[in-house]
């Protein structure tokens, strides 16, 4: 039960930092029409949003490796909703930027530290479970983002935004009561080393350099979706922000309902099976997208693909850990943050394709990506015989 409690903790923990994400997808739209941004810069401040995040993310899980410090995680819920609350507050475009880049760096100090206590208490053979229920959570956060964001600015403006922050205080009040416990838990007091498990094995640094290809594969269909789809409905399709806020949230809410599926057909069939049938959903489900003009028949499309997006997530956490288990902290750091952050990178090239050939071409672009993520698939070793042989 104490095991269950805590991943629910950390799932709470995840639908704060991870809402953040979809929400700035939401108040884009508002800020092109707001500020005239065209597709390109509109896109890039998704990128200030993941790109110091993806470069921090490595060193907040070699920190989290070195050093247990549970009051990481309220400072990173603070600033991942306050820089986002910002977002509304600034018609300035490198202060906008600037705000992005906060809530990207509390989102990026979030998920080693949640991680490590994750990997602390699950059970036995049920860590894909549990990180899956994690999983969904940060899904979840996708669900309510846009739901959230768009139904605050629509309210009372641009300016609504700054009721983001106060789901961070109220996830921070929780953790707070139970910072006592989750410290006992992991074994030391704040700024000791090395709050993590002991484990057996060595590194197996070039199984997890094939796993991250697909990981950093998937970052870039997750932004891409993330932030087309919305666009793409209101553009081509003529529907408001609302409707296509909603859309979203419903797209999220399937790739939400995968997360726990996954992360438990992972643990009974095996993390890489289950990793390779998500990147399989996924091209098919791509390539009708790219060939429907029918708005009702891509709607229908975007349920295999939400349930595609995060089939194999729990999978990717999982192997990570397992081919890097002297390296916890930043294996669930490359696994769990570059997923959903270092997509961002690619998005202003995305948004000059989008400018120039049209929405349509950027989901095009997409299967290109999955076919990479389906070879890194193919080639990863088995995690078991991998530990074996090196044992």
Known sequence: MRSKFYSYLMSLGHVTADMNQGALSAILPYLIVAYNYDFATAGSIVMFYSVVGSVVQPVFGQLADKHFNLWVMPISLLLACGGMACTGIT?????????????????SMFHPIAALILNRTAPTGRLGECLSVFSFGGNMGFVIGPLLAGTLVSLFGLKGTLILLIPALITNTVIWFKHKEIIAIMGEKPGEKKAVKETKGEDNWKAFGILTLGVLSRSVLFFALNTYILLYWIYEFGQTKAYSSTLLSCFFACSAISTLVGGRFADKYGYRKILRISYFLMLPSLIAFCLSSNMYLSTIILIPMGLALSLGYSSNVALGQLFLPNHLGLASGISLGLSVSMGGVVLP?????ADIY????????LIAVCLLAIFSAMIVPDAKKSLQTQN
């Open 349 to 353: 090239l995305l948004g000059k394709i």
């Open 358 to 365: 049209g929405l349509k071409m950027v989901f095009v672009a």
């Open 91 to 107: 018609s300035n475009y490198w202060t906008l930027c600037a705000a992005a880049m906060l809530s990207g760096i509390g989102v």
